[in-house]
């Protein structure tokens, strides 16, 4: 047992296994899931951002000739959709702000209302 122990067997072993930890994440089934995750993710946030617009956004821009948000109502939108999506997430067993990453969700967010916009 101290054979092990010794420092040379323990960086072997490291390095074997840092190793093995590499090919698993290069392989397809890392690739795969994380592709999975990351769309069940955008689909989260998709859903976060449709229901603030049914429950939210269309009430205001259809009491409104112009149909327009405020800069205030706009932030408050996102501000709701968001924690939707992380609510909606967390049913699913997904963390949205990890799988898309916390500093780039507003931009996720900004991209589905333009595309929505789009949409109809």
Same mark, same amino acid.
């Given at each position: 047992?101290e054979?092990?122990?010794?420092?040379?067997?323990?960086?072997?072993?490291?390095?074997?296994?840092?190793?093995?930890?590499?090919? +698993?994440?290069?392989?397809?089934?890392?690739?795969? #899931? =994380?592709? /999975? %995750?990351?769309?069940m993710?955008?689909? &989260? @946030?998709?859903?976060g951002?449709?229901?603030?617009?049914?429950?939210?956004?269309?009430?205001?821009?259809?009491?409104? +000739?112009?149909?327009?948000?405020?800069?205030r109502? #706009? =932030?408050? /939108? %996102?501000?709701l959709?968001?924690?939707? &999506? @992380?609510?909606?997430?967390?049913?699913?067993?997904?963390?949205?702000?990890?799988?898309?990453?916390?500093?780039?969700?507003?931009?996720?967010?900004?991209?589905?209302?333009? #595309?929505?916009k789009?949409?109809?």
């Amino acid at each position: 047992m101290e054979a092990l122990l010794t420092d040379g067997n323990l960086t072997l072993l490291g390095g074997i296994l840092g190793a093995i930890w590499t090919v +698993a994440k290069s392989g397809e089934w890392f690739t795969r #899931r =994380r592709t /999975a %995750r990351m769309d069940m993710a955008v689909q &989260a @946030l998709e859903a976060g951002v449709e229901q603030t617009y049914r429950t939210y956004v269309r009430a205001i821009k259809e009491a409104r +000739a112009d149909g327009k948000l405020t800069d205030r109502e #706009r =932030r408050q /939108a %996102r501000l709701l959709a968001r924690e939707s &999506a @992380l609510a909606f997430g967390r049913t699913q067993g997904i963390d949205v702000l990890q799988a898309l990453g916390k500093e780039y969700i507003d931009l996720w967010i900004t991209r589905l209302v333009n #595309r929505q916009k789009l949409g109809e």
